[in-house]
């Protein structure tokens, strides 16, 4: 289940929170955050492969090193 399936059980279940949990406001905000997700995923796995390069060459560093 994912939060968005969720919210409506929550909001006839919390009835005194129910003008909060039903406004379109929380729709915006995870919108917004599933947006800022999309951006940083490709970033994150540029990231992951930097690190790997780098480990490589400060892998075959330490090896010409004890050379």
């Known amino acids: 289940?994912?939060?968005k399936s969720l919210i409506p059980k929550?909001?006839?279940n919390f009835?005194?929170?129910k003008p909060l949990l039903a406004?379109?406001?929380y729709d915006l905000i995870i919108f917004d955050l599933e947006e800022k997700i999309?951006?940083?995923l490709?970033?994150?796995a540029k990231l992951?492969?930097?690190r790997e390069e780098y480990e490589q060459k400060f892998i075959a560093l330490?090896?010409?090193d004890k050379k």
């Open 10 to 12: 929550l909001v006839e």
């Open 62 to 64: 330490e090896e010409s």
């Open 23 to 25: 406004s379109n406001e």
């Open 48 to 50: 992951r492969s930097m």
């Open 42 to 44: 490709p970033l994150q």
């Open 15 to 17: 009835t005194t929170y």
């Open 38 to 40: 999309k951006e940083l």
């Open 1 to 3: 289940l994912t939060m």
